[in-house]
């Protein structure tokens, strides 16, 4: 079974801005290899809710992202090197939370899909984003 290792988390000022990495080893997840798989990012806030922050298909040719953070975070794959990137700019306190990278398979893209956590069968150990004001 295939793991997933997540990165870059840290301390940050309002305003400011970070990249998550998530790196994918081993040869397959659940039976499938990373390349067909959808990949999002989820986080627990404050009040130890998970919540879908942004996911891509397999073929990067959908996304989806939770409305708050529309427009100022970004979520990237490179199937040739087996990773996926969330770009996070004018990041905000309430994005403060753990980050945790996730893999699972989408067999039709829909939202709804991509934004149910079950979705999801692999998950990385988590990065701590915090964002002060």
């Known amino acids: 079974q295939g793991q997933l290792v997540d990165a870059g988390g840290g301390l940050v000022q309002a305003g400011g801005s970070l990249r998550l990495s998530c790196e994918a080893s081993?040869?397959?997840?659940?039976?499938?290899?990373?390349?067909?798989?959808?990949v999002a990012w989820f986080r627990r806030n404050s009040k130890n809710e998970r919540e879908l922050v942004a996911a891509?298909?397999?073929?990067?040719?959908?996304?989806a992202y939770r409305d708050s953070v529309q427009g100022r975070f970004t979520i990237s794959r490179d199937n040739a090197k087996n990773t996926a990137s969330l770009e996070m700019n004018t990041l905000k306190p309430e994005d403060t939370g753990v980050y945790s990278c996730?893999?699972?398979?989408?067999?039709?893209?829909?939202?709804?899909?991509?934004?149910?956590?079950?979705?999801?069968?692999?998950w990385g150990q988590g990065t701590q984003v915090t964002v002060s004001s």
């Open positions: 891509i298909s397999w073929s990067s040719r959908n996304a």
């Open positions: 081993g040869r397959t997840f659940s039976g499938r290899t990373f390349n067909r798989l959808a």
């Open positions: 996730a893999t699972g398979y989408i067999i039709t893209w829909s939202t709804n899909a991509a934004s149910e956590y079950k979705t999801y069968d692999v």
